[in-house]
């Protein structure tokens, strides 16, 4: 897949399906030619064009006044001999200077793909599934090594890339910017899409036309935060959900980044992305290494749904626990919203049996069985159990929730401790504070630093003391607050520019740990809702709670532009109780149940107080989505109209083979005399039929007549779900 033409100097990636093309320029310069549709064989005798343009400088020994770095279409820039654009690195010398200039030395080709030594990365379980290129380029002057892996993906449109710096020089040297890539697109006209959001608002889809000058999405919070996830694609303008080139970035990492986009002067743009370069000072010492996090390049030339579904397949079969690949999702309840705080044994056997009765499989006990835990001001960090709520015990509880023939699951908050706790009267220093200033409280509590061997140490033994003694089937890893006072007690002051990475390299280093000594538990991450959806936090975690919002109506936008990256079996999605508690409105069971399955279905309400025709709705969904789970968690899912721009909005479903779909209308207000609603459908064959209720329809009927909404629907927030089936002929 990958080939070096000596003559031209060329890298070719390629698969069937797309091409990548990398050229070493006179003097070792790493040049950028293309990445996009296959090319099947690149003549090279299209060459980019570079003019003697003002002010744009030429490097030295260049023969040609057109050549400058200023104007070059780069693999990875740096700053101080001729680009003026935003570099891939910033890295300052013992002599004070930041001008690092590298050259390529030499290539090497491997089968498959090398890990990151302690990042989350994708991975292959099979030599074939991948090839990896690694460059090498050198700077003369200060000896630093930098290492660039591109991998080809066989099976999908993707290639990702990473970058890992060596120090070989006597000094050490302080990176204050590496990213994990850069490339530069020739000009041309691009919208970009970017993921935005808030607490309980996560994730909605921004599109808007690239302009001149530049662009910085990022996080300092520590997290990656609900505002802004770290996820861009570059599209054509005229790109839909179904027809033209979308180039999508993910990176995976849960922490501070960023994403750098500049159109420069000449419409060129370039992307940047990696970890957070603000506050960011690496001290690499002599023969150390740093290696970035890797970014994802899905590329696309037949819309968004084929960008988004490459991304899901990547997450379902490179990405997740090999364990969780294809492991269909059990359905929860989980006790926060109906007790919060407030519960005892007696009242959480009572919920685990209703639930038991209409067919839920997993009981979670969430926040407040711990400690002296009754409200957010006490206890994080004392990880034993509360025999005052729970008088057997988490074991105990666990005991008999499994006897009722339910999976038992528990909260945590590992990365957090209250000022009243037992771990902070005795370790007042583990907390990420500036001495001598006064530490901000979030929810009434501080983050530990888990920059720190012994204090994960502690909490891993605290956690694995209940994990030990209990049956636990599933963990929920929550985080609630961000950042702030980034200081850590045991490094010098040159390297505080180093404790928001340190920190989450702590954090995948315990996640590692505990997921892979306890393989049997479904670990499910949580960042007050969705404040750490992330690619690297699903390398470790197989999925995460989407939102704390759990009304119908906002899910919709949360979830349609969260599945613009992250697969719908990685998504947490509960049916609640009305009023809604986030956004006070009321829906129907109907249209919660239909937001809710198509994510991992789960429940977060009272059900000891739902009336029996409510318990039996409820109870006919979760008979439903068992018949459908595989469907529903690993279908191919298509957006077919947009929250975004639409009253109507519909997406759907479509099995493996074809022959089974499900599809979900939902409309946002009601209006008078409203217009007819067409489906058209997707991914369907179109030389089969289909059965839908009584009729039987082509699956070219399907996708470009469409399908009727009943026009007889009425109501603000009406709902329809249409399950299709393919009929032998
Ligand atoms: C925030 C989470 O998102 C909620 O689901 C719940 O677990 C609370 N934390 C508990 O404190």
């Given amino acids: 897949m990958i080939t070096f033409d000596e003559d031209k100097q060329i890298f070719h990636l390629t698969n069937n399906r797309i091409s990548y093309l990398i050229q070493i320029k006179p003097g070792g310069y ?203 694609a570059l599209v054509q303008p005229e790109t839909t959900e179904f027809q033209g080139e979308a180039i999508g970035f993910g990176l995976i990492y849960s922490g501070n980044h960023e994403t750098i986009i500049q159109r420069d002067q000449y419409a060129q743009t370039r992307v940047l992305m990696g970890i957070n370069s603000f506050n960011f000072a690496w001290q690499l010492q002599p023969e150390t290494a740093f290696q970035t996090p890797e970014v994802v390049l899905v590329y696309s030339d037949a819309g968004l749904n084929a960008m988004s579904q490459t991304f899901h397949d990547l997450c379902n079969q490179h990405l997740v626990p090999r364990r969780f690949q ?15 705080f407030n519960f005892d044994e007696n009242k959480i056997l009572k919920l685990a049996q209703a639930a038991k009765e209409v067919g839920i499989e997993l009981f979670v006990l969430d926040d407040g069985w711990f400690g002296a835990r009754n409200d957010d001001r006490t206890s994080l960090g004392d990880w034993f159990e509360n025999k005052a709520k729970l008088s057997h015990g988490v074991s105990g509880l666990s005991a008999q929730i499994h006897q009722m023939g339910l999976q038992f699951g528990i909260w945590f908050e590992p990365e957090m401790i209250s000022e009243d706790s037992d771990l902070f009267r005795n370790h007042p220093d583990w907390v990420l504070e500036v001495p001598r200033r006064e530490r901000s409280v979030g929810r009434n509590q501080y983050v530990l630093d888990f920059s720190r061997a012994e204090v994960r140490a502690n909490i891993f033994k605290q956690m694995t003391t209940i994990l030990d003694q209990a049956n636990l089937d599933y963990i929920k890893w929550d985080m609630n607050r961000n950042m702030t006072e980034v200081y850590s007690q045991v490094l010098p002051a040159l390297q505080q520019g180093e404790v928001a990475h340190r920190y989450i390299l702590g954090l995948y280093d315990f996640l590692s740990k505990i997921t892979q000594a306890y393989p049997q538990v479904l670990f499910e991450g949580c960042a007050g809702g969705g404040g750490r959806f992330d690619l690297g936090i699903l390398y470790y975690l197989p999925q995460s709670w989407t939102s704390d919002n759990t009304d119908a109506i906002s899910r919709i936008k949360v979830q349609y532009g969260t599945s613009l990256l992250y697969p719908i079996s990685s998504m947490g999605a509960h049916v609640s109780a009305v009023p809604n508690e986030q956004t006070h409105r009321v829906t129907s069971l109907a249209i919660r149940g239909n937001v809710a399955m198509s994510g991992v279905l789960g429940y977060e309400l009272d059900l000891t107080k739902a009336t029996a025709d409510e318990k039996q709705a409820i109870a006919e969904q979760i008979k439903f989505y068992k018949a459908h789970r595989q469907l529903l968690q690993f279908g191919k899912f298509y957006r077919l109209m947009s929250p975004f721009n639409h009253n109507d909005v519909a997406w759907m479903f479509v099995s493996e083979q074809q022959d089974e779909a499900i599809v979900f209308y939902f409309r946002m207000s009601a209006e008078a005399s409203y217009p007819l609603v067409t489906l058209k459908l997707a991914g369907l064959d179109p030389a089969k039929h289909y059965r839908l209720g009584n009729a039987v329809y082509g699956g070219d009927e399907l996708m470009n007549i469409g399908l009727y909404v009943d026009p007889n629907l009425t109501g603000d927030y009406a709902t329809q779900r249409y399950v299709i089936k393919a009929i032998e002929d």
């Fill in 30 to 232: 790493l040049a950028h030619i293309y990445f996009g549709k296959k090319i099947a064989h690149y003549s090279s005798s299209y060459d980019y064009p570079q003019v003697d343009r003002s002010f744009s400088p030429n490097p030295p020994h260049a023969v040609d006044r057109g050549f400058s770095l200023d104007t070059l279409l780069q693999e990875y820039p740096g700053h101080g001999f001729g680009d003026f654009r935003e570099p891939a690195y910033n890295i300052r010398l013992n002599d004070g200077s930041r001008v690092t200039d590298f050259r390529y030395h030499d290539y090497q080709i491997r089968p498959g793909k090398p890990q990151l030594a302690g990042l989350p990365a994708t991975y292959v379980s099979d030599e074939h599934d991948a090839q990896t290129l690694v460059l090498h380029l050198l700077d003369q002057v200060s000896q630093l090594e930098l290492k660039m892996y591109y991998t080809i993906f066989t099976k999908q449109n993707v290639i990702t890339r990473s970058a890992k710096l060596t120090n070989h020089g006597n000094d050490t040297v302080e990176v204050n910017r590496l990213t994990s890539v850069a490339i530069d697109f020739p000009a041309a006209s691009y919208d970009l899409i970017q993921l935005r959001g808030a607490w309980a608002r996560e994730r909605n889809i921004v599109r808007e036309p690239l302009n001149l000058g530049i662009k910085v999405l990022d996080s300092k919070r520590g997290a990656s935060g609900h505002q802004q996830n770290p996820f861009v």
């Fill in 326 to 340: 294809q492991r269909q999702r059990p359905i929860l309840i989980n006790n926060w919203e109906a007790t919060y």
